[in-house]
């Protein structure tokens, strides 16, 4: 749990409340921790509850290939260290990582991750996908046979701290290269298609970027930063950049209607691409400055009504880390007549009660309390007194008390006043 200093600024509670999460939600609805596809990284070995070291299906793209010596936790991050191979296996000569999730069900819901690249030409990236599966009936194509199959992809970053010899190189290094795509195995043997679109002009259509640069100046190898993405149904996805809106997808839909409505795993990897040369030689490979992928971590939330619970997927994997601040803000207020309406934001790791508080001058005028669900919620209330007058420059605040009845976080207060003519 996270404490707010009660007697902080507007400025700097906006700002908090601003920070590293999912986008304010809608009135009503609430942002829950998905702790099946979240980890800090705080410890000194991956979670193996949630994670693998490896990649399922997926050796890697030659030259570099997956190398489970290269992923630790060490220092509050998840480092992939890329280098070369001790022994050269065929096709493959540069080891570089992948974490993927235990979990198979991540579906609509908010996934960020805050990273550092590495300064090589091989990705380093966070995105999630499935396997492929038969295609039930005709699909858009037009194709209806007993052999062919789809599986999904949604490239939420691909950064590349490196220099390629492509002109688009410079869009991996200074932004957020995200893309969607729709796999399709198609009925005639060894035929694959993908139908793609997103800011991504390597593997992609590169269009819907709205404003995925990073300010001038700044690579991402650099520092770290944020890249998010909003899945938000089976034919939209928002992307994020520092928890700026970074752009829209409709997902194409050339093969079906609704692709994006089955559940993917999560993969945080490096990799070389086809197209990024040159490749990295073996003394950037082993040179420490430059060489390492930094994942700081990764966060996933359910999207749900505000007084409904979210079944966490793994409860094996036990308690969430501590991710909200706890703190409240008061929205919008409106007075009619005896009843003040007023709408307000909260956030919370745990079940907390908000007491809501009329106050004139050093005399309390009303008190109630209500309850109130973990996570970033949207919610509206009302207090009604006998008279409207009652109401004149009143303050109205709103506490989090922890299940002790401790005060744990306040909204700055709102002075309500009544206009008589």
């Known amino acids: 749990m996270k404490l707010l200093n009660l007697a902080i600024t507007t400025s700097i509670l906006t700002s908090s409340l601003a920070l590293a999460k999912p986008p304010e939600p809608e009135l009503g609805k609430r942002w829950v921790i998905n702790n099946a596809y979240s980890d800090e990284f705080n410890g000194n070995t991956l979670d193996k509850r949630k994670w693998l070291d490896k990649h399922r299906t997926w050796k890697g793209r030659p030259p570099a290939m997956f190398d489970p010596s290269t992923v630790s936790v060490q220092n509050g991050n998840m480092q992939i260290a890329n280098k070369m191979m001790d022994k050269p296996n065929k096709k493959y000569t540069i080891s570089g990582g992948a974490v993927q999730s235990i979990g198979q069900t991540a579906y609509h819901g908010f996934y960020e991750s805050r990273f550092k690249a590495s300064r090589l030409n091989m990705s380093t990236t966070f995105w999630l996908s499935n396997r492929n599966v038969p295609f039930e009936g005709k699909n858009h194509l037009g194709q209806d046979c007993d052999n062919d199959g789809w599986s999904m992809e949604l490239d939420i970053v691909e950064a590349l701290g490196g220099v390629i010899d492509k002109p688009f190189g410079v869009n991996f290094r200074k932004g957020m290269q995200y893309n969607t795509h729709v796999w399709y195995s198609g009925c005639e043997k060894g035929s694959r298609s993908r139908f793609s679109k997103g800011a991504n002009v390597a593997e992609g259509d590169g269009t819907q970027a709205f404003n995925n640069q990073l300010p001038e100046g700044e690579e991402v190898w650099q520092n770290f930063n944020t890249y998010a993405a909003w899945w938000k149904n089976e034919n939209e996805v928002d992307f994020y950049l520092n928890d700026g809106f970074a752009g829209r997808i409709q ?171």
């Not at 700081?296 to 749900?304: A, I, L």
């Open 251 to 421: 997902v194409d839909t050339s093969l079906l209607e609704k692709p994006y409505s089955r559940p993917m795993s999560m993969q945080l990897l490096t990799e070389t691409y086809d197209w990024g040369r040159p490749l990295p030689t073996p003394e950037q490979l082993a040179d420490d400055a430059i060489n390492t992928s930094y994942y700081d971590w990764v966060r996933s939330y359910y999207y749900v009504d505000a007084d409904k619970d979210a079944q966490q997927q793994l409860e094996r994997i036990g308690k969430a880390d501590d991710i909200f601040v706890e703190s409240a803000i008061i929205k919008t207020t409106k007075l009619v007549r005896d009843t003040l309406q007023f709408t307000y934001l909260y956030e919370s790791d745990e079940n907390v009660t908000a007491e809501f508080e009329l106050t004139k001058g050093n005399n309390q005028v009303f008190s109630k309390k209500v309850n109130l669900k973990a996570g970033y919620g949207h919610l509206a209330d009302i207090i009604q007194l006998d008279k409207a007058m009652d109401f004149d420059n009143t303050q109205l605040s709103i506490h989090l008390l922890s299940k002790g009845k401790q005060k744990i976080a306040s909204a700055k207060p709102v002075t309500i006043k009544v206009n008589v003519k």
